[in-house]
């Protein structure tokens, strides 16, 4: 099994709001990672949390906040974003930190008003 | 850090040709080079990847071939079929994240 979920698959929010993302994995995987992709662009690398410990912030602004619950989970709280923030995020995992075999989960397509 | 360049950014082949997609990369730490396919709303897809110890490896219709010497890379479809159309993204990992390619857009014509 080879599946990374994410929730919700749409979001709208305004920009005074705040929601969270939610990825999860029961591969057993140790590194999860989320991206941002703009139409027609290549993922674009926001953290990348090993061992349930964020281990690297590519400065992301503040609005963006990580949570690595526990090694299944990975959530991302978003407040007060910019219409620019509308993108897909997609959230994805591999067995170790070493990056080998990094599946990616469907994507929750943000739209920011 | 790593710079990784994608060429052709569009590529249309009639069915049954082959395709080739080509990637440099530039930092020599650089040690594992995945290729995604994504199609248009969906996720990106691992469908082959390679790591630096290998110059080689094939799955079926797909192959990748990678040149340490020369930091290139590059993937190789067969026998090509219209479900092959798609977005297609080469990575190079090092430092414990990727840097992807610009994509290259896929188009199979029956």
């Known amino acids: 099994d080879t599946e990374v979920t994410q929730t919700p698959k749409h979001l709208v929010m305004g920009m005074t709001n705040k929601k969270s993302l939610k990825c999860e994995q029961h591969?057993?995987?140790?590194?999860m990672y989320w991206y941002k992709q703009k139409a027609k662009k290549p993922p674009e690398l926001m953290f990348v949390y090993s061992y349930e410990k964020l281990s690297i912030n590519e400065s992301v602004p503040s609005r963006f906040s990580p949570e690595c619950p526990n090694s299944s989970l990975l959530n991302l709280h978003l407040h007060a974003l910019q219409p620019e923030d509308s993108a897909l995020y997609l959230c994805a995992s591999s067995q170790s930190d070493r990056g080998y075999e990094q599946y990616f989960g469907p994507g929750t397509r943000l739209t920011v008003t | 850090g790593e710079n990784v360049e994608q060429h052709p950014s569009t590529l249309s082949v009639q069915e049954g040709d082959s395709a080739v997609i080509k990637c440099t990369y530039s930092d020599s730490a650089s040690n594992y080079f995945p290729w995604y396919k994504q199609e248009l709303g969906k996720r990106p897809q691992l469908i082959i990847d390679i790591r630096s110890n290998v110059g080689e490896k094939k799955d079926q219709r797909i192959a990748v071939t990678l040149n340490k010497t020369a930091k290139h890379f590059s993937l190789h479809i067969t026998e090509t079929q219209p479900e092959d159309s798609a977005v297609y993204f080469c990575?190079?990992?090092?430092?414990?994240?990727?840097?992807f390619g610009a994509g290259t857009q896929v188009v199979v014509t029956p």
């Open positions: 591969m057993g995987h140790r590194a």
């Open positions: 990575a190079a990992y090092s430092w414990g994240k990727f840097q």
